[in-house]
């Protein structure tokens, strides 16, 4: 597929889909133990109204984590492909470059700091996973 919309969307897509069973999954080893404030809370409640709880922030963090690996992964690949495109090269340089702009984009809001961690932190990420699956097959 050669199309960047296209890629975008479909990273996105993807995104959404992995990020949702990632929250779900994420959220039902989350649990209340008695002790706490919140379970003594919880266990004050019938099992209907704490299943009822239990599903509802279920549902709330599973989209949640969903959005957001949407996002990434809808920045990450349309900058990747934009960038391939404009290089005409197809290596490891594009996906550190589109792992430093995506990582930058993201913690952009928290200040230049956080912005140039993220930048560096998503292109290390990026140079490593490229690196292991641009390795040659033996």
Request: glycine share 14%; net charge positive; hydrophobic share 45%.
């Amino acid at each position: 597929m050669e199309s960047c919309p296209a890629k975008t969307v479909m990273a996105g897509g993807m995104g959404f889909a992995l990020g949702g069973l990632f929250g779900l999954f994420m959220s039902s080893m989350n649990y209340d133990t008695p002790l706490s404030p919140q379970g003594q809370q919880l266990a004050k409640l019938t099992t209907r109204e704490q299943l009822r709880l239990g599903f509802k922030d279920m549902g709330a963090r599973s989209f949640s984590s969903a959005k957001n690996f949407a996002l990434v992964g809808a920045i990450f690949s349309g900058t990747e492909c934009c960038i391939e495109g404009f290089r005409a090269k197809n290596d490891m340089a594009n996906g550190v470059a589109a792992g430093c702009i995506t990582g930058g984009v993201l913690a952009a809001k928290a200040g230049p700091q956080a912005a140039l961690v993220g930048c560096g932190g998503f292109a290390a990420f990026s140079a490593a996973i490229d690196y292991y699956l641009r390795m040659p097959s033996e």
